[in-house]
């Protein structure tokens, strides 16, 4: 009999519901592979394939100038702590779609987001070592939970620009935020504060930022490094992935690690009002427990109004209408451990064979001429797909 709880549920396409599913192709990384990324059409076929040089150091994202961004592990990475090899990047490069590299930059602090922007700037998370000083006033966590060194490393964030190597912009967390009004959670690590998991540009110029392990999002001023705006753990609850809407609200995938005053984990996506804070649209599960993921997971508003929900921890990757109605659902096939990944830290921890993302992300035909134009070719060659190509 199948072992593994997530095959004998079924992997691949789960459903789709044609008439309220938004056209496009759907983009991920799967984290425990060598570093492939696939894109499938709304029946769960691939169209699409990249091979790139490392394992996944998050996410993949196709760029208005139809390069891909890859987010990959540095092979020189420092070994920190031990969960920073399961989510450490710092190799950043765009590729085209044949897989030829056009960009790189390297950064072996690097963690979690890093963001390539329509400029050719790129905007990422990295960290720094903290002082005793500084760690001194860092509350909560497990005590005596630090790096392997004794210290805490804290996050910073970097715009650069890759051609000239310009940083243009850097913004240091321990010296623009009070660790007293952000502690860590009790069940948390201290080898690393407060956990950046994104970070984007507004557009105000503003920079959003998600941090996790307080479970916090916060707005932060270009021009001075302050905290213009905060949404605290009262609503969040060890989140990931906050953007901002054309409305100017923020989409925001809620963990539901922790949350207050509910003793049964949930997640859910929403979407908050930044001048009252108040949720205006939310998608949970209705029988709440079977939509979770304790770490990770994404959110992406698509053009026609519906949501893909990235459920990572499980691989699981949906789309659920305005009304919260629920239009496509596939699970990642590919399943694998990090056994020859070269992170022998996580080969004990993360023994099993899983199929987690971190971020998939959602195109419309619109989005891909080039791959529009490849299908086109294929239907011509008389080597169909077995759907309609924007099926």
């Not at 009999?1 to 983009?27: I, W």
């Not at 190799?91 to 963690?111: F, N, Y």
């Not at 005053?261 to 929403?270: A, C, D, G, K």
């Amino acid at each position: 009999m199948e072992q593994s709880t997530l095959h004998r549920r079924g992997v691949g396409l789960r459903g789709v519901d044609h008439d309220k599913v938004s056209p496009g192709f759907m983009l991920y990384a799967h984290l425990t592979s060598p570093g492939i990324v696939k894109m499938v059409d709304n029946n769960g076929k691939e169209v699409h394939r990249w091979k790139m040089s490392s394992r996944p150091g998050r996410h993949a994202r196709v760029l208005p100038n139809s390069n891909l961004a890859y987010n990959g592990v540095h092979p020189d990475g420092p070994k920190l702590f031990p969960l920073w090899q399961k989510y450490r990047g710092g190799l950043m490069l765009q590729v085209d779609h044949s897989g030829k590299e056009v960009m790189r930059w390297e950064d072996p602090l690097a963690h979690h987001d890093q963001n390539h922007l329509d400029d050719g700037t790129l905007l990422y998370t990295t960290l720094q070592p903290l002082t005793p000083t500084q760690a001194a006033s860092v509350p909560g966590g497990i005590p005596g939970s630090e790096a392997p060194d004794g210290k805490i490393y804290s996050d910073c964030i970097k715009h650069v620009d890759p051609h000239t190597g310009e940083t243009l912009w850097y913004w240091s967390l321990i010296d623009n935020l009070n660790p007293a009004d952000f502690p860590l959670q009790p069940h948390y690590t201290r080898d690393h504060y407060p956990l950046i998991n994104s970070v984007s540009f507004l557009r105000d110029g503003n920079v959003l930022a998600s941090l996790r392990s307080v479970s916090a999002v916060i707005i932060i001023s270009k021009a001075t490094g302050k905290v213009l705006w905060h949404l605290d753990s009262t609503v969040l609850a060890q989140q990931h992935h906050a953007t901002e809407l054309d409305d100017g609200s923020i989409l925001i995938f809620d963990n539901g690690v922790y949350r207050h005053h509910e003793s049964m984990p949930y997640s859910r996506v929403i979407q908050v009002d930044r001048s009252t804070k108040q949720i205006v649209w939310q998608y949970k599960d209705p029988h709440p427990m079977t939509f979770f993921t304790p770490f990770m997971g994404a959110a992406q508003r698509l053009r026609n109004g519906n949501t893909l929900i990235t459920e990572a921890g499980f691989g699981r990757i949906f789309e659920v209408t305005r009304e919260g109605q629920m239009c496509w659902e596939y699970i990642v096939p590919e399943f694998a451990t990090y056994e020859g990944l070269e992170a022998p830290e996580l080969e004990g921890v993360f023994d099993y064979p899983g199929n987690a993302v971190f971020r998939a992300y959602k195109y419309s035909p619109e989005e891909v001429p080039w791959l529009v134009e490849k299908l086109r070719l294929r239907e011509i060659e008389g080597n169909r797909t077995d759907s309609p190509l924007l099926a």
